[in-house]
């Protein structure tokens, strides 16, 4: 039995396993957890992060607008199921104006650190990169520099320093949608100056992993456990119809996380469902936050659906890492 490491969360959403099913990830049955329309002229709420905060949850979620303005709204909740959306986007302040001046804002991650909610999120300055922030409360943000040049995406801290320093995964690309990429791993002492950059992971090109094969990218933060960094992902695919976007896990070296111990040749979560399969943008799902229970090894995923809702399923430390030990990609 693996071990997360970490509080316990008796309270988080939980449903048990159904009888008979045998993959080691499962929806919650009322998904989508949030639909599009649920903040006024919203037309999609998707691609989320949520963390426990005093006696619930809070969350930052990425609201595109009728519009079609992307930025990211705080959220709170008493269960982690039923969610108010503040109506206003994030206003951070304290950077240079040159930093906080809004370009577009999306796909934001949460991460308790150092005891304040860490925020990281793709923020347009002359192309995407990523943002970082912090607040206490969920209604007042504090924001730094951005931790890299442009072009990154998908910023993701590590909940506590290794070996001294800060650690976020991050994948870096280029101008253009994002037609490859890999995961690295970056290093910070005060998290401004990011550096010591390691490389973590690449696609895997076609067989025996063709899910992975186009670009990577990390999902909620990396949870501890006794075996090492426990990583969600989501992987890519070109097909003839457009990319599709699956689920995947590594466990890292607790020390050293650019050294990957185990990593999935099969998918754990693909789109199947029909607000998966359809949406905006089709046939995605994309983690964005896990909540975890020490005390149980239970793990709930929220998860982008489709560009356009957001959904929420459950699996154990123990379910992932017997899965992706039983299908290794060598
Ligand atoms: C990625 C990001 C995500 C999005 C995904 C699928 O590059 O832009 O926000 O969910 O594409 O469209």
Redesign the pocket.
């Known amino acids: 039995m693996a071990k997360i490491i970490g509080s316990s969360l008796p309270g988080m959403p939980w449903q048990d396993k159904p009888a008979g099913y045998d993959m080691p990830v499962w929806r919650y049955t009322e998904n989508p957890v949030i639909s599009r329309h649920q903040m006024p002229n919203a037309n999609s709420i998707?691609?989320s992060a949520v963390v426990p905060f005093r006696d619930g949850f809070a969350g930052i979620f990425?609201c595109d607008s009728r519009g079609l303005s992307m930025d990211i709204y705080p959220g709170f909740s008493k269960d982690g199921l039923h969610w108010d959306i503040s109506t206003q986007p994030v206003q951070f302040q304290d950077a240079d104006p040159e930093i906080l001046r809004r370009e577009y804002r999306?796909?934001a991650r949460v991460c308790l650190l150092d005891g304040k909610y860490y925020i990281t999120w793709?923020n347009g300055y002359h192309g995407p990169t990523i943002g970082v922030a912090w607040t206490e409360d969920f209604q007042t943000f504090h924001q730094l520099e951005n931790a890299f040049l442009p072009y990154n995406?998908n910023g993701v801290l590590f909940p506590r320093k290794i070996d001294g320093l800060y650690g976020m995964l991050s994948r870096p690309s280029d101008t253009g949608?994002?037609p490859f990429g890999d995961i690295f791993f970056s290093q910070s002492p005060d998290l401004t100056f990011w550096g010591k950059h390691r490389h973590v992971m690449s696609t895997c090109k076609e067989d025996p992993s063709a899910w992975q094969s186009t670009k990577i990218?990390p999902g909620p933060s990396p949870i501890e456990t006794d075996e090492g960094w426990l990583l969600l992902y989501h992987g890519v695919l070109t097909t003839c119809n457009g990319?599709v976007?699956r689920m995947g896990a590594a466990l890292l070296d607790l020390e050293q996380p650019w050294k990957v111990k185990y990593r999935s040749r099969f998918y754990l979560l693909a789109p199947e469902e029909l607000y998966e399969c359809v949406g905006d943008?089709p046939n995605?799902v994309?983690p964005c936050a896990a909540l975890t229970d020490a005390d149980t090894g239970r793990i709930a995923i929220y998860y982008?659906c489709a560009?356009t809702v957001t959904g929420l399923c459950f699996t154990t430390v123990d379910e992932v890492l017997n899965y992706i030990k039983a299908n290794p990609l060598e």
């Open positions: 998707f691609n990425r999306y796909d793709c995406r949608h994002t990218g990319f976007y943008v995605v994309f982008g560009d």
